[in-house]
């Protein structure tokens, strides 16, 4: 039932800004976090927030990317600036069901950041 959907993908090229939305549909969600994975490395962590507001990033984006939440529509946002070419990946959001803290994932978004 619970459905987590990621868009705002998209090409551009370097020190351009993107946008990502994730809304999440069928239960209320508690953490919500952003990952990435380029291609030939595992995936990693990129940004986090909490339902009290809090927030937590990888030291290789801190200062250029912000999640923010919106809590009404259930989603949350991941708004990239300078992106480099080594922030290219598929980009997908994580959602924490807050009944039983279940965790879901996205289907991803492909970032292509161009030199």
């Known amino acids: 039932q619970v459905q987590v959907m990621e868009s705002g993908g998209g090409l551009v090229q370097a020190g351009g800004s993107l946008k990502l939305s994730c809304v999440a549909s069928?239960?209320?969600?508690?953490?919500m976090a952003w990952y990435r994975q380029a291609p030939g490395k595992q995936r990693e962590f990129v940004a986090t927030s909490s339902s009290d507001g809090s927030t937590d990033y990888a030291d290789n984006v801190k200062g250029r990317f912000t999640i923010s939440r919106d809590y009404a529509k259930n989603a949350a946002y991941l708004q990239m600036n300078s992106l480099k070419p080594e922030d290219t990946g598929v980009y997908y959001c994580r959602m924490n069901r807050a009944l039983g803290n279940a965790v879901f994932w996205g289907q991803g978004t492909q970032v292509t950041v161009s030199s």
């Open positions: 069928g239960g209320i969600a508690s953490h």
